[in-house]
T-cell receptor, first 116, second 116 residues
């Protein structure tokens, strides 16, 4: 049981390039999330998904796209990379969502992205 | 809007000393409260959570936290710190919005350094 895995671990992009950050979980969790973490800041939610085929915006969705074709995978797409997207990106998953289910989010190790 | 404040950006303690990390939240109702730990280069790991009931919550690695409604606080404590506790600690609040969606809001984090 690997939990939540993310690839790549580190990437350098040029302005205007595109890339996909991969996230996979093997816990059969319904809910998946993408966060970004900037230095000295907490995590900000980019997008989340409540199941295959269903996604919704979080707090900071601009410049990103997601898809959820399977329960296991939740890739994050950057279409036109900008320096403001330099950050550490974390994927997380949970079985249910919300306190009534005693939700616990499990995090991946992160992808460090540098846009120059 | 809900907010989470961790007043201390960086704390240094000696190994074996006690530890208290502060967390204050801003919200009218009882929130759902979490503490996560992030070791260097790693994702976030849940230490403990409070949903209801006993206001003193026990977590992993010998940590505990106490919910104080009157002070809007959820401080994290450990009686004797180990060198391996050096990490960054994040407080988070989970709340339902009026539209029924559920969000986690993270504080900016407190970095803990441990002196041998």
């Amino acid at each position: 049981n690997a939990g939540v895995t993310q690839t790549p671990k580190f990437r350098i992009l040029k302005i205007g390039q595109s890339m996909t950050l991969q996230c996979t979980q093997d816990m059969n969790h319904n809910y998946m999330y993408w966060y970004r973490q900037d230095p000295g800041m907490g995590l900000k939610l980019i997008y989340y998904s409540v199941g295959a085929g269903i996604t919704d915006k979080g707090e900071v969705p601009n410049g990103y796209n997601v898809s959820r074709s399977t329960t296991e995978d939740f890739p994050l797409r950057l279409e036109l990379a900008a320096p403001s997207q330099t950050s550490v990106y974390f994927c997380a998953s949970s079985y249910e969502r919300g306190p009534r289910y005693q939700e616990t989010q499990y995090f991946g190790p992160g992808t460090r992205l540098l846009v120059l | 809007a809900q907010s989470v404040t961790q007043p201390d950006i960086h704390i240094t303690v000696s190994e074996g000393a006690s530890l208290e990390l502060r967390c204050n939240y801003s919200y009218g109702a009882t929130p759902y409260l979490f503490w996560y730990v992030q070791s260097p280069g790693q994702g976030l790991q849940l230490l403990l959570k409070y949903f209801s009931g006993d206001t003193l919550v026990q977590g992993i690695k010998g940590f505990e936290a106490e919910f104080k409604r009157s002070q809007s606080s959820f401080n994290l404590r450990k009686p004797s710190v180990h060198w391996s506790d050096a990490a960054e600690y994040f407080c988070a609040v989970g709340l339902y919005s009026g539209a029924g969606s559920y969000q986690l809001t993270f504080g900016k984090g407190t970095k803990l350094s441990v002196i041998p």
